[in-house]
């Protein structure tokens, strides 16, 4: 926007207001409870609104010429919060099928996605409340590490066994 960062608000309150009705209308809170792959890609969607709403709010305070600002928090909504979410959503879903298991997150991988959704959540934090340590930045980092790390160790070994339904691929 030529550095007008100020006028991008319309544009992106709009942005999150049609993620917000989309996942309100694909029945988030029901999918949720029910197929647990299915929930991280809700999850996922939720963090793609947050990320524009924060965006959103950041420039409407800029407009407004209000001293807040959002800092990385709206960039790491959407590069850890929702990206970790459809990583781990949806290369889970495909190693699980492609390799013959159920389509079905364990509990393992579901502690594991909310540990990735912890790291975001945590990698923010610092941005909208200055009076937050700047070494939960550290932490967060720490806990994406290890939660794909984790993952990976989890899932790589899919890729070069063979199927466990015994079918050829």
């Known amino acids: 926007m030529a550095g007008h960062t100020d006028l991008s608000w319309p544009a992106d309150l709009t942005m999150a207001g049609i993620v917000f009705w989309f996942s309100a209308r694909w029945g988030v ?10 929930a991280m890609l809700h999850v996922a969607f939720l963090w793609a609104g947050l990320a524009f709403a924060l965006y959103g709010i950041d420039s409407l305070a800029a407009f ?12 790491h909504a959407l590069g850890i919060g929702f990206f970790s979410a459809m990583l781990i959503g949806m290369a889970s879903r495909v190693s699980l099928g492609h390799s013959g298991r159920k389509l079905e997150a364990d509990g393992a991988t579901w502690g594991l996605f909310w540990l990735s959704q912890l790291a ?11 009076a937050l340590p700047t070494q939960l930045i550290t932490l967060a980092g720490l806990l994406w590490l290890l939660a794909f790390g984790l993952w990976a ?12 339904d015994g079918k050829p691929g």
């Open 29 to 38: 809170a029901r999918g949720m409870r029910q197929v647990r792959l299915l």
């Open 120 to 130: 975001a959540l945590i990698r923010m934090l610092p941005d909208l409340i200055s």
């Open 64 to 75: 407004a010429g209000l001293n807040w600002r959002a800092g990385q928090a709206p960039v």
């Open 153 to 164: 160790w989890k899932y790589a070994p899919m890729y070069w066994r063979s199927r466990v």
